[in-house]
C-alpha cells in the first residue's frame, strides 16, 4: 500500500500520513467504527457533506426495525445484517463508495465484519476501517442528548457503564483501523477532513454564489 505525507497548514503545520488509493478500482467502504458517544455520526455527516459520498449509518437500519422487533431478537438481528450486507453489495456494484457508522455491541453476529469485507471486494472494491476514540469523561458527557433520543440511541450512562464492564462492546473484533480519530477536543469537521485527506476522497465541488 503506497503511502507519502502531506502537510496541511491550519495555523501550525501538520504533517499526516496520505494512503494512495485508486478510486478507479471499486467501491470503497468507508467504515467508522467506536463506541456509544464517540461522535461517528457527526463526524460521518460532515464527511459526507464535505464530499458528496453518500451515508448509510446503522441507525437508518435500527431506526426501521425497532418498532416492530425488540433489539437484539433472532428477527432484529437477521434483519439488520441483511438490510446492512444488501446495501453494501448493491452500493459495490454501482457507487464508488459510501460512508458507514457502526457501534461494536455483542447481538452483532462474530462473522459480520467477514462478510461485509466479502460483500465488498469481488467487484475490486475495499473496505477504509477508521476508529474513532473519545476521552471516556467527554464521551459520558454527551451519553444523553436530544439527537441521540431521536435516533433511540443509548443514552443511559448507567446502562452504558454495566454494559462496558460485561464486555458488551468487545464483539465483533475488527480488523486494525486504516485511521484513529480521537474526538475529544478534535471538532467533527476536521476529523472528517483527516479521512477526506488520509484517503486521498474527492471533495464537493465549490459552487459560487449567484451575483
Not at 24 to 41: A, E, N, Q, V, W
Request: charged share 25%.
Amino acid at each position: 500500500m503506497a503511502r507519502r505525507q502531506i502537510r496541511q497548514n491550519s495555523g501550525a503545520a501538520r504533517v499526516y500520513l496520505r494512503e494512495e488509493i485508486d478510486w478507479r478500482s471499486g467501491m470503497k467502504l468507508i467504515f467508522l467504527y467506536g463506541l456509544p458517544g464517540t461522535g461517528k455520526l457527526t463526524i460521518a455527516r460532515e464527511l459526507s457533506e464535505l464530499t458528496d459520498v453518500k451515508l448509510f449509518h446503522n441507525h437508518l437500519t435500527v431506526d426501521l426495525l425497532l418498532p416492530v422487533f425488540e433489539f437484539g431478537s433472532a428477527p432484529f438481528v437477521e434483519l439488520r445484517e441483511r438490510i446492512w450486507l444488501s446495501v453494501f453489495e448493491e452500493a459495490a456494484a454501482a457507487l464508488p463508495a459510501i460512508i458507514f457508522t457502526f457501534n461494536p455491541e455483542n447481538s452483532v453476529r462474530r462473522d459480520f465484519i467477514q462478510k461485509t469485507i466479502e460483500v465488498v471486494t469481488p467487484e475490486g472494491g475495499e473496505v477504509l476501517f477508521v476508529e474513532v476514540v473519545c476521552d471516556p469523561a467527554e464521551m459520558e458527557r454527551r451519553m444523553d442528548t436530544p439527537e441521540r433520543r431521536n435516533h433511540k440511541k443509548l443514552v443511559s450512562l448507567e446502562l452504558f457503564r454495566k454494559l462496558q464492564t460485561d464486555g458488551v462492546f468487545e464483539s465483533p473484533k475488527l480488523p486494525p483501523p486504516r485511521l484513529t480519530l480521537d474526538s475529544s477536543h478534535t471538532s467533527p469537521l476536521e476529523n472528517a477532513q483527516k479521512i477526506a485527506a488520509r484517503f486521498s476522497l474527492p471533495l464537493r465541488a465549490k459552487t459560487n454564489a449567484a451575483s
